[in-house]
């Protein structure tokens, strides 16, 4: 049974997204256009606002950019994984792409500490975002 | 296309009114804008049937214009505002009213907010609906990113790495809040906090604690807002809206926003200055939207009244002291201690003090006020207002 927890509610603008997260993949829109990359989805381009998207996966990679540890539960299904960590990362492929999610690995945390997506399967339609840490030493 | 320019000083509060501030109210939001806008309109010497527009903003918490309207016997409101969000939008609902009384459209608006944001619809998330939630909730809700005090949080992390901010620097904000609330009736907390108090105050959002987190409150603020002239015959001094922005923060959606140490109240404080023809210099205080500590800093360096980084000498200081202080700030202890209304709050507390009838509360230079909304993080909105005795 899957835990009671919120689930994300996508729209017809970010269902790849979710779909890609629940294979395992975290996949962007990229522009055929200028070569920007987009995140969150959205119709249209964040470099040159052009509409000709296409998603792509990216390899995943970033490096903490700033992060927070919840200690309450504001729901009643939080309150089994509180405290928790949410990084905000900035993805390798493109310095303005934040993405927060939460930090599930059990280090001393730090900006530039190198994360990876480890994304879990909720259902067919949708993945769950989070971020593992990068042992030292790996690419 | 000419420059743009806001109506300086043609529209003013005549008016203010409020409820008591409390964990439960124990009635509807209903019952406390009523309450609330009577209270405005009797304390402006007006009538009900002078009023014809309202203006309200929310999160499909509170009572409608349309409904309080008809309720109040106006049967032919001809103005009216009921925008979505919260305090990123408190500001940008009297800039709006104030444009529609310059422009004529209409007489006397009254603006209000009345929210049971303890005893109700809680603030901190745990009520959210997930019906109809807001576009970019759907790539936070999972991680557990709603809780406004961690995403503000995250940014206050950001300038701690920058600029070397630290935890007592926040919780000087605290203790200055609270000082100010002690002495101040309608606040809800008005036990003294020392530094010691702070720094042993739980984790809630790491990096920040329960006394960087505003208050939940019930309760309701309303302003009548009018034509300066018909203002200037009316019971008090009347405040003018010499300016008035509001448009763009950042939001997940700000794709090429560099930094989150940098104060996204920047464009607004620009735009508010200009509107009003004044700077940072000729601020006599300020009432800063602090649902957290770290807004109170960020929007000190974003409204110019210090370079970043320069926050902690001037909190060590006293400048921002009420009774000695060169700016005071948050008069009445913000919502921080006094109470939070959604910034409304701050409007009649800036309305008091511009009047000259902030009693053992009055600020010593008390013409010209900055009032703020939230600086612009989550919603991507953000706005102010200054404001004048005429």
Known sequence: MVERRLMPVPDRDSAPYWVALAKGALELQHCRECGHWTWPPRPVCSGCQGERLEWQPVRGTGEVYSWVVAHRAYTPELAAIVPYTIALVRIDEQADIYIPGRLTSDVEVYRGLRVRVAPERLTDEIGELNWTAIPKGRP | ?390
Request: aromatic share 8%; charged share 20%.
């Open chain 2, 1 to 390: 296309m000419g420059e743009r320019r806001f109506p300086r000083g043609q529209a003013a509060i005549a008016g203010i009114g409020c409820t008591e501030f409390s964990r439960d109210s124990g009635v509807t939001t209903f019952a406390l804008a009523i309450r609330a806008v009577k209270a405005a309109i009797r304390d402006a010497g007006l009538q009900l049937r002078d009023i014809d527009g309202f203006a309200t903003y929310g999160t499909n918490d509170s009572i409608k214009p349309n409904v309080l309207a008809q309720s109040l016997g106006i049967q032919n409101m001809s103005w009216y505002l009921d925008q979505f969000y919260g305090g990123s939008v408190s500001l940008s609902v009297l800039g709006q009213a104030a444009l529609a009384v310059s422009a004529g459209v209409a007489d006397c608006i009254v603006c209000y907010r009345a929210l049971n944001g303890r005893s109700e619809i809680r603030m901190n998330g745990s009520n959210m609906s997930v019906q109809r939630p807001p576009w970019d909730m759907q790539f936070k809700v999972r991680s557990g990113y709603i809780m406004p005090a961690l995403e503000i949080a995250m940014a206050a992390r950001a300038h701690m790495l920058r600029f070397g901010t630290r935890s007592e620097d926040l919780g000087r904000i605290a203790v200055l809040s609270r000082r100010h609330a002690v002495d101040n009736e309608r606040a809800m907390m008005r036990q003294p906090i020392t530094l010691d108090d702070y720094l042993a105050s739980p984790w809630i959002a790491e990096p920040f604690r329960k006394l960087d987190c505003c208050l939940e409150t019930d309760g309701a603020v309303a302003v009548v807002v009018t034509s300066a002239e018909r203002a200037k015959n009316l019971a008090h001094r009347a405040v003018l809206v010499q300016g008035a922005a509001w448009g763009g923060g950042i939001n997940l959606v700000n794709n090429g926003y560099a930094d989150y140490a940098d104060s996204p109240a920047k464009p607004i404080a620009e735009r508010v200055y200009r509107a009003a023809g004044v700077g940072p210099g000729d601020i006599d205080f300020a009432e800063l939207y602090d649902c957290f500590t770290y807004n109170v800093l960020s929007q000190i360096e974003g409204y110019g009244f210090c370079e970043a980084g320069g926050v902690p000498a001037m909190l060590s200081d006293g400048v921002f002291d009420r009774a000695t202080g060169s700016l005071p700030l948050n008069t009445h202890g913000g919502l921080l201690s006094e109470g939070y209304i959604h910034g409304m709050n701050h409007v009649y507390e800036a309305v008091q003090q511009i009047r000259g009838e902030a009693d053992h509360r009055q600020v010593k230079k008390h013409d010209v006020a900055l009032v703020t909304g939230q600086l612009g993080y989550i919603s991507g909105y953000s706005c102010a207002v200054i404001l004048a005795g005429a």
